[in-house]
Every structure is written in C-alpha cells, then in structure tokens.
T-cell receptor, first 111, second 115 residues
Framework: GEDVEQSLFLSVREGDSSVINCTYTDSSSTYLYWYKQEPGAGLQLLTYIFSNMDMKQDQRLTVLLNKKDKHLSLRIADTQTGDSAIYFCAEKATGFQKLVFGTGTRLLVSP | ETGVTQTPRHLVMGMTNKKSLKCEQHLGHNAMYWYKQSAKKPLELMFVYNFKEQTENNSVPSRFSPECPNSSHLFLHLHTLQPEDSALYLC??????????????FGEGSRLTVL
C-alpha cells in the first residue's frame, strides 16, 4: 500500500537553509505535494511537482524529486521565523482520488 | 481565511455523549473530506463526499457518522467515542474529486478531547 514517511522534527537558525525530506513507496505516484500548517490553522498547499520533473523552484522554495529513490525534498532558502510550521508531504497516483499524506515535519526556526 | 469554516474549534466530551462537528465551505467546491490529525501519525483520510454522495469510507469505526446534506455542508456525528479518538479533525474541500493539482482547502480544524 501507499506510505509516505517524513522525519518529525527539524530545527534551524534564521537565515539558514532548511531541507525537509520525504520518502514514498508508491511507484505509480505521479503528483507530489508540499503542504504547510501554521499553528492553529489547517493545511495550505505550498507547491506540487509532476513526476516527470526533477526540480521546481518558486521564490525561496525549491522542490527536488528523485523518482528512482522515491525521495522528495523541500528546500527553504533564507529561512525566517515565520516559516516555523508543520510541513506535510503528500502523493497521488493518476486516476486515484485521494492524497496520501505523511506525518508532517515540524520546522522550528530560532532567531 | 481559506473559505472553509469549522465549528466548534474545541470540543470536550465524555465517552457517552453525542456531539457533532460542522464544516461549511463557501468556495463552490463539489468534493468534501474529513481528515483526522493525531500527533506523530500520518494525516488520516476518513471520509470523502462528491456531489453529496459518499465515495470513500476509510474503514472508520461506526461511532463516527458523516452527513453531507448539500455540497457546501459536511457534518461528523460523534457518539460513544473512546479517549484514543482525541485528535484534530480537519475538514477540506476541492473543486473536483481527484483533481491533479491536489489543492485541498482546509478548515482550521476542530480539536476534540474525549474524557
């Protein structure tokens, strides 16, 4: 079955880069997503990548996909205290209706 | 403000109580979802509705009973819950079921504590 794994916690200093990693098991996954959950809020879509892409960049965010290793990462450049949140990785296979989410990685950014 | 509103934000109930969670979306979406968020566990899909019809029940115990009277409203009726059901319950909606952009719009959640 589908499974998405993430580490639970990451701590960085303000101004550093953050890299949040995710692995997934479903080889038919065709879309992979990063969602952000700020304290006291629901999840919000940050970005997504189609499986025929290796990389996607959007301002401070860079998504890297290694389809061979089924590994997805989210890099946040110049991390700010406002980036402190839980980041969820999710995957979906074409033709399937549901997203499969990981546990989320809690990012703590210290001044 | 995501356009998805959940009430109540916090709920404490005993194991013999009956309560309901409510979700309303003002986005004109056709699919609505209930998710359960527990610490250190993957976000867990519970139910999916598409045009008011339930399309998925992810082996959820019968003490959780969903209701979708129209495409804008979704309820989760709770009865004889267990302490391990304490969690954050998130409602979400999407324009279409299986939309490949994966964009789900989430409410802020209802924090449930079962004593």
């Amino acid at each position: 079955g589908e499974d998405v794994e993430q580490s639970l916690f990451l701590s960085v200093r303000e101004g550093d880069s953050s890299v949040i990693n995710c692995t997934y098991t479903d080889s038919s996954s065709t879309y992979l997503y990063w969602y952000k959950q700020e304290p006291g809020a629901g999840l919000q879509l940050l970005t997504y990548i189609f499986s025929n892409m290796d990389m996607k960049q959007d301002q401070r965010l860079t998504v890297l996909l290694n389809k061979k290793d089924k590994h997805l990462s989210l890099r946040i450049a110049d991390t700010q205290t406002g980036d402190s949140a839980i980041y969820f990785c999710a995957e979906k296979a074409t033709g399937f209706q549901k997203l499969v989410f990981g546990t989320g990685t809690r990012l703590l950014v210290s001044p | 403000e995501t356009g998805v509103t959940q009430t109540p934000r916090h709920l404490v109930m005993g194991m013999t109580n009956k309560k309901s969670l409510k979700c309303e979306q003002h986005l004109g979406h056709n699919a609505m979802y209930w998710y359960k968020q527990s610490a250190k566990k993957p976000l867990e899909l519970m139910f999916v509705y598409n045009f008011k019809e339930q399309t998925e029940n992810n082996s959820v115990p019968s003490r959780f009973s969903p209701e979708c009277p129209n495409s804008s409203h979704l309820f989760l009726h709770l009865h004889t819950l267990q302490p391990e059901d304490s969690a954050l319950y998130l409602c979400a909606s999407s324009l279409r079921l299986g939309d490949n952009t994966g964009e789900l719009f989430f409410g802020e959640g209802s924090r449930l504590t079962v004593l």
